[in-house]
C-alpha cells in the first residue's frame, strides 16, 4: 500500500467548521449510536467534512471531526490516511477516477486516458481553472461496462474517445451531462443483442402456480390407480408414491389395529410363548453345558535371553510362545529382573 501523507502546509487552509446544515447532519449521525459510542460515525462525519471542504481532507478537518466525535486526533487520523476514498491532497471540482485495470484495459481503457493526459496533464495535476483532476485507480466493479470512469460520486460507463470528450465539454461548460451509460445501455444488460430470456410468459404471470397444477393431476391420476397400475408394470419396481402421496397397504398386526378389528390387542399365540418359562430370555450361566467359553488366548509369552555377542540371539530358555501353554504354567516370567546389570559391591571402600 501506498504511503498516504497530508497535503504540505501552504496548501492546508487555516481553519474548518462545519456548517450549520452539516452541523445537523452530524447531529443526526451521532444519534444513531448509544450514548458513548459517537466515533462509530466517523466514516460519514468525516465524508461530509471532505464534501464541504472542496473533495479533500485539510488537516482542520480532521481536527474538527476530531472535536466533534470526542476522539484522539490521531486515531481520526488513522481512518482518513487508510481509506483511499479519503483525499488528502485538493481535487478539481470534478475528480475522475480512472479505471484502468484489465477489463477495462482489454475495452480500450488505454485511450480514454490519453485524452486525460491531454486535456488535463498527468495525475493529480490541477490546470489552473481547477475545473478537472484525475487520478488512475483499481477496478470500480463495473466492468460489464467497461471502460469506464468515476467522476465525484458517480460512474460514467461504455466510454469511447468520443463520447468521453463530449462529457468533459459538457461538464465544463455546466451543461446536463447523462450517468451511467453513455451509449444507452440499460444497466448491464446486452446493448443491441438480447437473446436470452424472451419469453412472454416468463413476465405475465402464467407460469405462477403451474407447478401445483401439475402435482394435482398426478395426485388425481394416482387416485384412479394409473398410476399405480404404470408402475407395477414395470418389472423390478415396487410402487412409489405418486405426486407426494404414501400408496396405502395392508396394515401391521399390532395391538390398534387387532383392538380396531374387535380382537384382543396381544395376539393369544404371543401371549401363550411369553408365558412359556422354557422360552424365557434367561441366557445360561457360564457354569451351564452348552455354555459359550469366553476367549482367552492360546499363547503363552516366556522371557527371551539372548547372547548377542555371538552375532544372534541364543536361546537359554524358551524363547518363542508356546502354543497351548497357560501362562500360569510357563517356565520363566518376564518380571524385569534379566534387563538389570550385576551390581558388585566392594565393602572394603565403602565409608560411613
Known amino acids: 500500500m501506498a504511503v498516504r501523507k497530508l497535503a504540505p502546509e501552504e496548501l492546508q487552509p487555516e481553519s474548518f467548521v462545519f456548517s450549520p446544515e452539516n452541523e445537523a447532519f452530524v447531529d443526526q449521525q451521532i444519534a444513531k449510536y448509544p450514548p458513548g459510542r459517537?466515533?462509530?460515525?466517523?466514516?460519514?462525519?468525516?465524508?461530509?467534512?471532505?464534501?464541504?471542504?472542496?473533495?479533500?481532507?485539510?488537516?482542520?478537518?480532521?481536527?474538527?471531526?476530531?472535536?466533534?466525535?470526542?476522539?484522539?486526533?490521531?486515531?481520526?487520523?488513522?481512518?482518513?490516511?487508510?481509506?483511499?476514498?479519503?483525499?488528502?491532497?485538493?481535487?478539481?471540482?470534478?475528480?475522475?477516477q480512472f479505471c484502468g485495470t484489465t477489463p477495462c484495459?482489454?475495452?480500450?481503457?488505454?485511450?480514454?486516458?490519453?485524452?486525460l493526459e491531454r486535456r488535463i496533464g498527468d495525475a493529480n495535476h490541477i490546470p489552473s481553472n481547477g475545473t478537472f483532476s484525475w487520478l488512475e485507480v483499481e477496478c470500480l466493479g463495473a466492468c460489464s461496462n467497461a471502460p469506464m470512469v468515476q467522476i465525484n460520486d458517480d460512474y460514467y460507463e461504455d466510454l469511447t474517445t468520443e463520447n468521453f470528450e463530449k462529457l468533459l465539454d459538457d461538464l465544463e461548460a455546466g451543461r446536463p451531462v447523462r450517468k451511467g451509460s453513455q451509449i444507452g445501455r440499460n444497466r448491464s444488460e446486452p446493448f443491441e443483442a438480447v437473446n436470452t430470456l424472451q419469453d412472454p410468459s416468463l413476465y405475465d404471470g402464467s407460469l405462477v402456480g403451474a407447478w401445483r397444477n401439475r402435482f394435482e393431476e398426478q395426485a388425481k391420476a394416482a387416485e384412479t390407480g394409473e398410476a399405480a397400475a404404470a408402475l407395477e408394470s414395470v418389472p423390478g419396481k415396487a410402487g412409489r408414491p405418486g405426486a407426494g402421496r404414501a400408496i396405502e397397504t395392508g396394515a401391521a398386526d399390532t395391538p390398534a389395529e387387532r383392538a380396531k378389528e374387535g380382537e384382543t390387542?396381544?395376539?393369544?399365540?404371543?401371549?401363550?410363548?411369553?408365558?412359556?418359562?422354557?422360552?424365557?430370555?434367561?441366557?445360561?450361566?457360564?457354569?451351564?453345558?452348552?455354555?459359550?467359553?469366553?476367549?482367552?488366548?492360546?499363547?503363552?509369552?516366556?522371557?527371551t535371553p539372548s547372547k548377542p555377542e555371538g552375532g544372534s540371539p541364543v536361546p537359554e530358555s524358551p524363547t518363542t510362545p508356546e502354543a497351548g501353554t497357560p501362562p500360569a504354567q510357563a517356565e520363566t516370567r518376564r518380571d524385569g529382573s534379566e534387563s538389570k546389570p550385576d551390581v558388585v559391591v566392594d565393602k572394603d571402600n565403602m565409608t560411613s
Open 265 to 303: 390387542p396381544i395376539n393369544p399365540v404371543d401371549r401363550k410363548e411369553a408365558a412359556d418359562p422354557s422360552t424365557a430370555t434367561k441366557g445360561k450361566s457360564h457354569t451351564e453345558e452348552g455354555a459359550r467359553p469366553a476367549p482367552q488366548s492360546s499363547k503363552s509369552y516366556v522371557t
Open 105 to 115: 484495459m482489454l475495452r480500450g481503457a488505454a485511450d480514454i486516458k490519453k485524452v
Open 38 to 96: 459517537q466515533a462509530s460515525a466517523i466514516i460519514a462525519v468525516l465524508g461530509k467534512a471532505q464534501e464541504q471542504a472542496g473533495g479533500w481532507l485539510p488537516r482542520k478537518a480532521i481536527e474538527a471531526v476530531a472535536a466533534r466525535l470526542d476522539m484522539p486526533v490521531i486515531r481520526v487520523m488513522e481512518v482518513a490516511t487508510f481509506y483511499t476514498m479519503f483525499n488528502l491532497e485538493p481535487v478539481g471540482k470534478y475528480f475522475i
